[in-house]
């Protein structure tokens, strides 16, 4: 899968990703920090299967749209904490869950 964090994302996740065998991005790594919600999901995102966020009102505007991108937004709602836990968090669910399931947006993970 090719995957894109959002820059509220940790960089540690990327490298846990990538071994997992999935192309992996993310906006800082990219160069596009502060660039407008609306171009980076029309002009970067629209590349990747997956784009991660912890912005819900980005996701919330995505939801709305009549003809979403390509690309799934994860409204990602672990909760904060340490990088090394918050990753851990993140690889323990990610591996889990069936990503072929789900609509343009998808709140993640879900809760038992």
Known sequence: ????????LPEGLVEPLRFLGHTVD?????RLKGLDNGRLYREVASAYDLFFTKDREFAN????????????VILTVI????????????????TSTDWA??????EWPSSP
């Open 1 to 8: 899968m090719r995957v894109l964090l959002d820059e509220n």
């Open 26 to 30: 993310s906006v800082a790594s990219l």
């Open 61 to 72: 505007r995505v939801s709305t749209l009549a003809e979403p991108a390509p690309v799934r």
């Open 79 to 94: 909760r904060q904490q340490p990088e090394a836990q918050f990753v851990a968090a993140f690889m323990a669910s990610f």
């Open 101 to 106: 399931i789900g609509g343009p947006v998808r």
